[in-house]
Every structure is written in C-alpha cells, then in structure tokens.
C-alpha cells in the first residue's frame, strides 16, 4: 500500500475513533429512569428515594462528565437533593463509569427533608455537563410526581405524658401482733405473758379500732407452735391446746375490752416449727451451725432430724438454752382497715382547706376530673403546698403539654427533675417536648432513661416512626390503641392490625377518621373513603383540604366533601 493511502486510511480511523470524544452528549429520556417508590413517600422526616437509570449504548460521550441533580419542584419553589456523577469511560474523577459501547445502569439516590408543600410536586432531574472543559446544560427530565405524606400523620404532641402516681389508698390495711410465750411441754397462758408491752399495745390497737369510725377490724389470726423436740404426737397435741387456750385467752380479752365487731377470729396450729428453727439458726452465732443446717437440708423426716440434732451433742445444750424456747408460742395477728376520706370530703377540704391534704390526696384530687383546665388548677395548688414533691410540678407540666404550652411544660419537667434527678416520668416528658422541637438526639436520652414508665412505649414509637424505623416503631408501640400505634401498620401494609387498632380507639379524634380513610383508600374501600373523611372533617375541617391534595386519595373524587 503507497505511503499515501496509508496517512488517508490513518486519518478516517481517528476522525472515527474520536466522534464519541468530540460529539455533544445528546438529551437524556425519561424512559431512561425509574423511581422507587413511585410515588415518592415520606419515612420519618424526609423523603428518600432511588432513581434507576439505564443508558443505552452509544450514548454516554467517553470525555463527557454529568453532574445530575434530582429536584423536587412544587409551588413554593424547588428543593434539590445531593448531585451525583456519572462520566465517560476517558474521564478521570471519582464519578460513575457508564460505558459507551454497552452503556450501563446507574443508580441516583435522592433524600431531602419534607415539608407540606411537597404533597403536590414533580421530581425532575438536571443535567450540568463538562465535556473536555465545555460546560452546557441539558434540559430537565421529570420521572416523578408528587409525595405520599402519610407517616407525617406520626405526632408527639398526641402522646400523653407520664404522670408521676399518687399513693392515695382509700383503704389502708395494718395489720399488729404480739407473740404469748409457752413453758416446755406446757400450753396455758401465762399472766406474765399477757402484761408483756407487746400485747398490752395490741390490745389498745383493737380498742382503739374499735373506737374509730374510721377503721374497721378486718379479722384477728392466732398462730400457735411447738418446739421441734420430742416425739411428733406430742408436738401435735401440745400446739393444738396451746391454740385452743390462746382463743380463749383473746375472746375474753375482746369481751372484757366490750369488742363485739372484729370480724372473724381464725386460728391454726404447728406441730413442729423447723422452719422457724431454721430462721434462727441462720441468724445465731451457735457452734457448728453450718452443720445444723446441713442435716435440716439433708433429712425430711422430722424425728430423724430430732435425732441427728440430738447426736450433736456439743451444740444441743445451746439450742436448748438459745433457740428452742423461742419456738413455744402463740402469735396474735390484728388486720385493721383504715378507710380514708370520700372524694367529697377530698373535694371540699381542697376548696376550703387544702394545707390539710397530704400530697398524695392532692394528687389523687386532679384524677377526679377529666377537665385539664381543673387539672391543672389542682397541681399549681399542690406545687404551692408541697414545693419539695417533684410529682406535683411534673404533673402541672403534663397539663400545660396537653394545653400546647410547650415552654411552659418544659420548664416544670426539668424542675421536677431537679427535685428528683432520679425521677423517669419528667425524663421521659423531656423526651416529649424534645422531639417537637427537632432534637432527636436529645430525645432519644431522656426516653432510654425512662424505660419502665408505662407511656414510655408510646414516646418511643413516635420516635422510631419519625426516624423511618416503622418495625422498631411497632415493636414500642406493643398492643398500644392509639392513632400512632394503627399509623405504624398503614405504613407497614398490616391493614388488617391497623383496622383492629383503630377500631379499639375508646375516643376517635379527626385523625383517627382519617387514618381509617387512608386504610379504606388502601383497601379499595371508596365508601370507608368517603364516611372517614367526611367525619374527620366535621371535627377538623383542615382534614380535608389536606386529603384533596393527598395522593392516598388520588383516585377518589372529593368534591362532595
């Protein structure tokens, strides 16, 4: 071949080989995009999604460098997600390689923060290419359309805070008793006995009961024993007459004191107490008493016991002298009821004289009322007498939370907190507060350190639906019947655990209406749709000017409502 020919063949293959080099990146396609999910959904706070994209082959210039950026465009203006690199296959930067030959897939993540003024948008993609130095656009590409915002419906604010609990019992049950002391082998009372402190108080107790209107004897239990020494028929007999002659001893001590209502006088009988000699062996300084203790684990027959204890003969003189007369008794048990105050007398000495309250009656006076503005009355009263109990400024502060006075609810949870650094209910009501104002992380403390606290579940559901974590959402939310519990199952498509929970909502507020028209819109259901939606708009008729932009309820025609 001539030297000629050669340079004009050379020349066409690099004019061929560098068309893909010199040449414009031609318009990108909407076909050549998909986004999932379609359409775009909220999880937690934001909106995340990812858009596939397949270039064809022949396409993607080998020295062409594209800066895509995903923008969700809406009426309010336009909000762009992190640009992604895709280049050619001669570029040398960190983007993705799409080759151009075979062309490639790639794909684009997108994420932003939501706000309300995305339900109705257009997710679009642009395009900013650098080709060898030459930078020009290309036009935009929609593969999108509006934003699902139902896991926005997750809100702290409905949560109830944790309420510090009164202690008020309106029936406080006491129970006295004093032991009567027996000779060996001997079952009568003894005078002595009866003057010993012991019993004299208990029997003031029951004349005193008896006396007060306000408390009533619920019953009297005589307890008798014998020592484990001798043969078991004796110990039989014996605790059975010392049972016997205590009785009588107690009812003509009852007669005499003019007791006639003390309920029921029961009694019962042990014919050898050895786990009463097991008690104080453990806490005596006796010799070997370990090995004491050893034979009564070993051996169940109480003869045979007897007889090994016996053997010992080294230590059985001090059980003699320090144990067993501690075993020939009586008990005599009072149970005394104390009936406290009625709600009316509560009531009246809160409007008349509440210093005359203990704070767990004060306490107790607030869950009378279902009324928050009383509710709070009665712990601004409370924090006022007792300023040193942290329930009382904790509970004020759940009253101003459910009012929406965030600041002020705050500013009583980390006082009580003062007053009881200890204290989880305030802890977790942080939390509570701390989520409405963004700060997660925060949150996220003060409720871990309210584990145990029986709302703190709810909290930690909220939280967890507001981080995108739905399954951690409905494993703290547990069998909860709440808006936000039936919320987690929407967006975990358990429709039917959905329905079930908010059919068990004891009191349906507008979001629980319009959760259920979310499920019926779910579930094909256009008549559930209509009856919810037209329900949650009586109560809050924001409801419906949310649902006529809600793609949950794209297919349905809202114009009746």
């Given at each position: 071949m001539s030297?000629?020919?050669?340079?004009?063949?050379?020349?066409?293959?690099?004019l061929a080989g560098g068309s893909s080099c010199s040449k414009k990146l031609g318009q990108f396609k909407s076909e050549y995009f998909t986004l999932n999910p379609e359409p775009l959904e909220v999880?937690?706070?934001?909106?995340?999604?990812?858009?596939?994209?397949?270039?064809?082959?022949?396409?993607?210039?080998?020295?062409?460098?594209?800066?895509?950026?995903?923008?969700?465009?809406?009426?309010?203006?336009?909000?762009?997600?992190?640009?992604?690199?895709?280049?050619?296959?001669?570029?040398?930067?960190?983007?993705?390689?799409?080759?151009?030959?075979?062309?490639?897939?790639?794909?684009?993540?997108?994420?932003?923060?939501?706000?309300?003024?995305?339900a109705q948008s257009t997710l679009y993609l642009d395009f900013a290419v650098d080709q060898n130095g030459k930078k020009y656009t290309l036009p935009r590409v929609k593969v999108g359309t509006g934003v699902v915002a139902t896991a926005t419906l997750a809100n702290a604010a409905t949560v109830t805070p944790?309420?510090?609990?009164?202690?008020?019992?309106?029936?406080?049950?006491?129970?006295?008793?004093?032991?009567?002391?027996?000779?060996?082998?001997?079952?009568?009372?003894?005078?002595?006995?009866?003057?010993?402190?012991?019993?004299?108080?208990l029997g003031q107790r029951l004349q005193q009961a008896a006396a007060d209107s306000a408390r009533v004897i619920e019953g009297i239990t005589v307890s008798s024993y014998a020592s484990p020494e001798g043969a078991y028929d004796f110990n039989k007999a014996l605790a059975e007459r010392r049972e016997q002659s205590t009785n009588a001893t107690v009812l003509s001590q009852l007669k005499k004191d003019k007791i006639t209502e003390f309920g029921e006088l029961t009694s019962n009988f042990t014919p050898e107490d050895w786990e009463g000699f097991r008690t104080l062996v453990q806490q005596s300084n006796i010799q070997d008493k370990a090995l004491i203790l050893d034979v009564l684990s070993m051996q169940t027959d109480p003869e045979l016991r007897e007889k090994e204890i016996r053997n010992l003969s080294g230590v059985f003189d001090e059980l003699a002298d320090q144990i067993l007369p501690q075993l020939r008794y009586s008990r005599v048990q009072a149970s005394i009821n104390v009936i406290g105050k009625s709600d009316e007398q509560l009531v009246n000495l809160f409007n008349?004289?509440?210093?005359?309250?203990?704070?767990?009656?004060?306490?107790?006076?607030?869950?009378?009322?279902?009324?928050?503005?009383?509710?709070?009355?009665?712990?601004?009263?409370?924090?006022?007498?007792?300023?040193?109990?942290?329930?009382s400024f904790n509970n004020l502060g759940l009253t101003q939370y459910v009012a929406g006075d965030y600041e002020g609810a705050m500013a009583n949870f980390e006082h009580a907190l003062r007053l009881n650094p200890q204290a989880r209910e305030p802890e977790m009501n942080k939390g509570l507060v701390e989520m409405l104002r963004g700060q997660y992380s925060t949150a996220y403390q003060s409720l871990g350190a309210a584990a145990g606290v029986p709302e703190a579940g709810e909290a930690m559901g909220v939280y967890y639906l507001q981080q995108g974590n739905v399954p951690a959402a409905i494993s703290a939310f547990g069998d909860s019947k709440s808006n936000n519990a039936a919320l987690a199952r929407i967006l975990?498509?358990?429709?039917?655990?959905?329905?079930?929970?908010?059919s068990a909502i004891s009191t349906p507020d507008a979001t629980t209406y319009y959760l259920t028209a979310v499920l019926g819109a779910r579930t094909g259901n256009e008549s559930m749709v209509l009856s919810n939606l037209r329900q949650a708009g009586r109560l809050d008729p924001s409801m419906l000017t949310r649902a006529k932009n809600d793609l949950e309820f794209a297919r349905y025609s809202l114009s009746l409502l």
């Open positions: 030297k000629k020919i050669m340079l004009v063949a050379l020349g066409a293959l690099v999880q937690g706070l934001n909106v995340p999604a990812t858009v596939a994209a397949a270039i064809p082959a022949k396409f993607m210039q080998k020295n062409a460098q594209v800066q895509v950026t995903p923008v969700l465009v809406y009426d309010a203006g336009e909000t762009p997600s992190a640009p992604y690199t895709i280049q050619g296959e001669n570029v040398r930067a960190n983007g993705t390689v799409v080759n151009y030959e075979n062309g490639g897939s790639v794909m684009i993540p997108f994420n932003v923060v939501y706000s309300p003024d995305m944790a309420t510090a609990r009164d202690a008020f019992q309106r029936i406080i049950n006491e129970k006295y008793s004093a032991d009567i002391h027996f000779l060996i082998n001997q079952a009568n009372v003894r005078g002595s006995e009866l003057s010993q402190q012991g019993y004299v108080d008349t004289n509440p210093s005359a309250l203990t704070a767990d009656e004060m306490l107790y006076i607030a869950t009378l009322t279902g009324d928050n503005n009383k509710k709070m009355e009665v712990y601004n009263k409370a924090c006022e007498v007792f300023p040193q109990d942290y329930r975990n498509k358990d429709y039917a655990g959905a329905r079930d929970i908010l």
